[in-house]
């Protein structure tokens, strides 16, 4: 769903310049190696088409999604594009990754075996990345035996897969305690020897997020998967603290006040009139809510209007939400929910930490009733 037209005063910013020149100062890092760019889940939240567009622009390798329907969504964008789907694709579903140049992820020999069949049947070659769960538990072949399952049916159908490339993906790479990354590392190499006998020149080792790739540079083989420093945010407060990067946060959120008035002491605001006004109070009325994304949890948390902090007071409506202004502010005054104002700055940071949860929810959550609008200078 997206709106022809944009009335309402609220939407989000998305700066395609910022995208850029973190996808440029990654690769400085890495001029020889690909780089995927996580573009899943719309970018992050910040729009798949653009972003993606942005990024291959700045001299990304590859697109890289979680499922084929994302896939097939950039191939008609992106005809040209490399485009890798990350997690587990239906294996009845090959042919149209055939049709559609897509790179799946497989670790199944069961998948393999299904796969294969249809393959095989439509005379069709399928490009496929081998997924090791080194320690991440989540999807991958975990031990000696599925490895050696996986390899003889990749053997049986030799003419279906191209071996495009062996990845896995890391737990902890954004902690300053880096044994489980290390056990991952060494776990990860054990698994490589294994996959040795089917590993072509054209197979490459991609094990890097973005705190990896931070991080340890020397570490990553053939590629990197770049996601959350693509947008602009570090993975962790560790990685932030540690790192030499000056990353450029791409998304912010704006609306105007649509309505302000004055509040006399014992007036009550919202549902469950729960807040009441303690002296005569400036309250602005916002028109964002938790429809939008910007959830219950949110109130007590602050706006920025004309570079002043406003607290959000009382319940956080579906549409709406109101503040307490310094002053009386003319309704089509600016707020920002994320980004600078008059100097001051919210960073998604902050409303992660206000939400005890981590900067990556924050941009997803932000529904598609909000419009992006993307500056591209
Ligand atoms: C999302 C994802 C990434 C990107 O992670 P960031 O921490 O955002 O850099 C890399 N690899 C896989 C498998 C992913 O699902």
């Known amino acids: 769903m997206e709106f022809s037209t944009n009335f309402r005063h609220t939407w989000a910013e998305v700066d395609l310049t910022a995208i850029k020149k973190n996808l440029k100062m990654i690769r400085q890092n890495y001029p020889n190696k690909r780089i995927y760019v ?3 889940a719309n970018a992050y939240g910040h729009g ?31 005809p040209e594009a490399s485009i890798l789907v990350m997690g587990w694709t239906d294996p009845r579903y090959v ?7 897509i790179e799946l992820t497989a670790f199944q020999a069961e998948w393999f075996s299904q796969a294969g069949s249809v393959l095989k049947d439509k005379q069709e070659q399928l490009k496929i990345h081998i997924k090791i769960d080194s320690g991440m538990g989540r999807i991958g072949i ?6 050696y399952a996986v390899i003889e049916e990749v053997t049986k159908f030799s003419s279906e897969f191209e071996m495009s490339g062996i990845f896995t993906h890391f737990a902890t790479a954004d902690s300053f305690d880096l044994s489980y990354y290390e ?3 060494n776990y990860f190499y054990g698994m490589l020897e294994i996959f040795s006998p089917i590993r072509t020149p054209e197979t490459q080792i991609h094990i890097g997020n973005t705190a990896a790739s931070m991080r340890f540079p020397d570490d990553m083989v053939d590629g990197i998967r770049f996601g959350i420093g693509l947008y602009g945010l570090y993975p962790s407060k560790e990685v932030e603290e540690v790192s030499s990067y000056q990353l450029n946060e791409a998304f912010s959120l704006q609306s105007r006040l649509a309505h302000v008035k004055k509040m006399k002491p014992g007036e009550h605001i919202s549902y469950g ?10 309250i602005g009325t916002v028109p964002i809510g938790y429809g939008d994304g910007w959830i219950r949890k949110l109130q007590g948390f602050e706006v920025l209007v004309e570079g002043e902090k406003s607290e959000i007071v009382g319940r956080i409506c579906m549409d709406q939400l109101m503040v307490r202004l310094p002053k009386g502010y003319p309704v089509g005054t600016k707020v920002t929910l994320i980004g600078e104002n008059g100097g001051q700055r919210i960073r998604i940071d902050d409303v992660a930490d206000y ?23």
């Open 142 to 147: 975990k031990t000696k035996e599925e490895a």
């Open 95 to 101: 042919s149209i990754a055939v049709e559609s140049n």
């Open 273 to 282: 009139a729960t807040y009441e006004a303690e002296t005569e109070e400036w």
């Open 48 to 78: 798949y088409i653009p972003v993606s567009e942005a990024a291959l622009e700045a001299g990304a390798d590859a697109l890289a999604v979680a499922s084929l329907d994302e896939a097939i969504l950039l191939r008609d964008a992106f």
């Open 355 to 377: 939400l005890e949860t981590i900067n990556y929810e924050i941009p997803c959550i932000i529904t598609n009733r909000v419009p992006r609008i993307y500056l591209t200078n």
């Open 183 to 185: 056990k991952q590392m």
């Open 38 to 40: 996580a573009v899943k």
